[in-house]
C-alpha cells in the first residue's frame, strides 16, 4: 500500500478555528502538525518538550521571555522546553509545529528553566541555507528538536536507492517537486506537501528539476534504531 500525501494547506483548511493542532504524521515520538494562526493565542511553556515553529504561509509574530520574533514564509525557530511563549497573527496564517508527543522516560530530569543570561532565540531562514546545499541530496542541519535533526537538501536528478529507518522516513517539498519511487508504485510530492515512507520501506527520490525537501533524522547514537 502506498504511503498518503498530505497537503499542508489543505489539511489547514480542514481546520475550524485557530489555534487547534492537527496532527500530521508521527516519526518516532515526534509529532509533525499544522494549525492556523490568526488572532492571539495566551502565555504558555512546555517544562518537557521542545517546539518547533515553521511559518507555511502568512506571518506570525512569536514573543517569548527572550524577546520577540517575526516569522515569515520558509522561517522557523526553536522554542526550548521551559520557555513562555505565545504567536500571533493579524492575517490568518498556516504553521507547521512539530514536538514531542510521548514523554518518555529519557526525557525525565531534562527540563530546562530559562535564566537571564540566555540569548536571544534566533529565526532560521531556509531560503539563505539552501546555498549551503550545493550538491543534490548533500543535507544540511538547520534545527534540532529533541534527538532529531531537521535537515534540507536540494534534490535533482535520481538520489540513490534507501531505506526508511525504523520510525519511518518524512519528507516535505518546500519548494518544487519530487517523486518517490516505492517497490509498491510511486507518490508525487509537489510544493507544500509530505509523505512517511513506512518503516523497513526502500525508496529512492527522483527531481526532474531543482526541487528543497526537508527531513527528519536522528542525531548522534542510536541514529539507526
Not at 526525557?107 to 549551503?132: F, Y
Request: glycine share 8%; hydrophobic share 40%; aromatic share 4%.
Amino acid at each position: 500500500m502506498l504511503p498518503t500525501v498530505i497537503n499542508l494547506s489543505a489539511a489547514a483548511n480542514r481546520v475550524d478555528r485557530p489555534f487547534v493542532v492537527q496532527s500530521l504524521a508521527t516519526i518516532a515520538d515526534l509529532s509533525v502538525s499544522v494549525f492556523v494562526c490568526q488572532g492571539q493565542v495566551g502565555w504558555h511553556k512546555h517544562l518537557d518538550e521542545d517546539e518547533l515553529f515553521l511559518v507555511h504561509e502568512g506571518v506570525i509574530g512569536l514573543d517569548t521571555e527572550r524577546g520577540r520574533l517575526t516569522l515569515h514564509s520558509e522561517e522557523l525557530v526553536v522554542v526550548p522546553k521551559g520557555l513562555s511563549h505565545r504567536s500571533g497573527s493579524q492575517l490568518r496564517s498556516v504553521v507547521v509545529l512539530i514536538r514531542p508527543t510521548v514523554l518518555s522516560d529519557r526525557k525525565n530530569g531534562h527540563r530546562h528553566s530559562p535564566l537571564d543570561t540566555d540569548p536571544p532565540l534566533e529565526k532560521v531562514r531556509l531560503a539563505r541555507l539552501t546555498t549551503l546545499a550545493t550538491e543534490p541530496y548533500q543535507a544540511v542541519t538547520v534545527a534540532q528538536v529533541e534527538d532529531f535533526e531537521l535537515l534540507l537538501l536540494q534534490a535533482k536528478g535520481e538520489g540513490a536507492q534507501s531505506v526508511a529507518p525504523a520510525f519511518g522516513a518524512l519528507w516535505l517539498a518546500l519548494r518544487g517537486g519530487v517523486a518517490v519511487e516505492l517497490e509498491a508504485g510511486r507518490r508525487d510530492l509537489g510544493t507544500g506537501e509530505l509523505l512517511v515512507v513506512p518503516p523497513g520501506s526502500a525508496y529512492r527520490l527522483r527531481a526532474a528539476e531543482p526541487s528543497v525537501l526537508l527531513t527528519l533524522d536522528r542525531s548522534g547514537p542510536g541514529q539507526s534504531e
